[in-house]
């Protein structure tokens, strides 16, 4: 029963319609994701969205069911952010159609549910090894993957739908790989084998036809095919010769030619729409240098890329996302160009250890310049939510989220390259000054929301002393500073503000002192102790009224005198020896006439 109980649960994870009831999309929105559809051709990288969701998401230490339950998440979300979910109460059940694919994110719906149900057969494969009941579900769930790959297919091959030749054909080798799968888990050898050989080969044709970036994810692809290949190769009793004539079978050769011509096609449409490799060479500071490592030159490309999906709109968990990716790259980058910077120092070339000591240098400055955007980034939520006056936002994180901004920009004041450009150096430094402002005017504010007005004042004075200086450094920089000018002169207005604010608090405290002190004063005070003044208060409110102090307070009053014998330390008492001598005597009389008593009885009785 407990093993049912768990399959329940895991189907319950599984199905395919975790979704959150939403109202139908308008007609006018829907019109114009159509017209935004046809403008622009829709392409999916499937092999790039897959890897990236796979090593992100628990395939890196081989979790599975974290992968799965992932895609279940991320399935909910898009239905969700689509507007195309199936709903609760009148539940129907909604197919991705060609008709209905107006943007790239709704062919993340089958894409998404066929790596679900991947993830679940791997998964329940494991547990089989302790369990083997598991594997007839397991079967199941491989199935269930291969008919969503199918339903993707079919769906890009559509001719209504506004899909590329490369994203048909990316899709194509996604459904082989997914049938070869299928395949070696029936033991279907030979057929898995040409399946694999297939996939091979379009993985193959689109590295050529991809950046250098995404080059390594389709040749790692490409590895673990001919791995598989091998083994199905073995299982068949067959050499690797027998596959490539595989490969050449007449029978299949028209499928092939007509994929090796859509492929050609991709690669011509990629090379004509690529730009220029600027990542074999950077510029910076007046100096060109060339990077010849190809690891570095991947790096760079990732994080181009990655540049470029960074926008204003994007919500604020997506941007940190970017934000870590990128940060990831130039470190992975720098971390490389440093180690290449050790080996040229060591083999005494002295042209190509400048050169990479400035490409470390450019890397560090972009990986503090991510840094610091990212920070802002955070900055700015952070005010958002405490303009709105959300409980968990205080002026303590903004302290603390300052503080690093301007230690970022110290750093990138040391940088060799940056050392003798004093317009940066002017530009770094105030914006560091202005920073530190930031941070004494929220340290001010968290004193203030306190009630500590002194050192609240004290910390706005320190804060419009930094303004000063971050002003003055500004004022000297040829760099552009409209924008940091504009946030220097809002503090400036903000500090008059909170120092207004003080003053008035200050003087609401003191004369709320002094009027509590006059009213304990009148309170206190009785009848007979005003019998000279008049006060209309004792005839309006006699329940308040004092006639008398009762119990009376407290009088000094003059105590009983103590005396001290000090005479007695200069009194010179009389001699008692006399006295005592004939004490003594009379004791020794005593005792001689008690010993004669007793020495006579003792003769008598003797």
Not at 340 to 363: I, P
Request: with cysteine.
């Amino acid at each position: 029963m407990a093993e049912n109980s768990s399959d329940e649960d895991f189907k319950d994870a599984e199905d395919e319609n975790v979704e959150v009831h939403e109202g139908e999309e308008g007609e006018e929105e829907a019109e114009a994701k159509e017209d935004k559809a046809i403008k622009k051709r829709i392409n999916l990288k499937v092999l790039v969205f897959v890897s990236e969701a796979q090593r992100q998401h628990g395939l890196r230490h081989e979790d599975y069911e974290r992968y799965r339950r992932y895609c279940s998440r991320r399935l909910a979300r898009t239905r969700k952010g689509l507007n195309f979910t199936s709903g609760k109460k009148g539940y129907t059940k909604k197919k991705v159609t060609a008709e209905k694919v107006l943007e790239e994110k709704y062919l993340y719906i089958p894409l998404v549910q066929a790596e679900r149900a991947w993830a679940y057969h791997m998964q329940l494969k494991e547990e089989s090894k302790m369990d083997d009941r598991k594997k007839f579900h397991a079967l199941q769930r491989i199935k269930k993957a291969r008919e969503h790959a199918k339903e993707l297919k079919n769906v890009v091959e559509d001719e209504t739908c506004a899909c590329d030749e490369r994203t048909k054909i990316e899709v194509t080798a996604y459904l082989e790989l997914m049938n070869a799968t299928c395949s070696i888990e029936l033991l279907q050898w030979s057929q898995a084998a040409e399946q694999l050989s297939n996939a091979k080969l379009i993985y193959e044709k689109l590295s050529e036809a991809c950046s250098e970036a995404h080059k390594v994810l389709y040749l790692q692809r490409v590895d673990e095919i001919i791995a598989n290949l091998r083994y199905c190769n073995f299982m068949l009793g067959e050499s690797d010769v027998d596959l490539v004539n595989m490969r050449k079978d007449p029978a299949r050769s028209a499928t092939m030619n007509m994929l090796v011509e859509k492929l050609e096609r991709a690669v011509l449409e990629q090379q004509k729409d690529s730009e220029p490799q600027s990542s074999s060479e950077i510029s910076w500071c007046n100096r060109t240098v060339s990077v010849t490592n190809e690891n570095i030159k991947m790096f760079m490309l990732r994080a181009k890329e990655h540049e470029k999906e960074l926008t204003s709109d994007l919500e604020y968990d997506t941007a940190m996302g970017l934000f870590d990716q990128l940060y990831g790259d130039y470190n992975d980058a720098a971390s490389m160009a440093s180690s290449d910077l050790q080996t040229a120092k060591t083999s005494g070339s002295q042209n190509e250890a400048s050169d990479l000591e400035f490409l470390c240098a450019y890397l560090s400055f972009k990986r503090l310049e991510k840094s610091i955007e990212r920070t802002q980034r955070m900055i700015e939520e952070a005010k958002r939510k405490l303009s709105l006056g959300d409980e968990n936002a205080k002026p303590d994180d903004l302290v603390r989220l300052y503080a690093i901004l301007a230690q970022n920009l110290e750093e990138t004041r040391e940088l060799g390259p940056l050392k003798g450009d004093e317009s940066w150096q002017n530009f770094a430094s105030g914006r560091a000054w202005a920073c530190r402002a930031q941070r004494c005017f929220f340290i001010a504010e968290s004193h203030l929301r306190a009630g500590r007005l002194p050192q609240a004042d004290l910390l706005l004075d320190r804060s419009l002393e930094e303004v000063r200086k971050a002003q003055h450094e500004l004022a000297e920089s040829s760099e552009n500073t409209s924008l940091i000018n504009q946030d220097v002169q809002s503090l400036q207005t903000k500090i008059r503000g909170r120092k207004c604010v003080i003053q008035a608090r200050a003087f609401e405290t003191s004369q709320a002192e002094s009027l509590s002190t006059e009213k304990a004063n009148i309170k206190t005070a009785s009848l007979v102790q005003q019998l000279d003044q008049f006060d209309a208060g004792y005839a309006t409110n006699l329940q308040k009224s004092n006639l008398v102090e009762f119990p009376p307070e407290f009088e000094p009053v003059p105590c009983k005198p103590l005396f001290f014998d000090l005479a007695g330390n200069h009194i010179k008492f009389p001699s008692l020896a006399e006295r005592v001598e004939k004490i003594q005597a009379e004791q020794a009389s005593a005792m001689g006439a008690v010993a004669g008593m007793f020495s006579g009885i003792s003769k008598w009785f003797g």
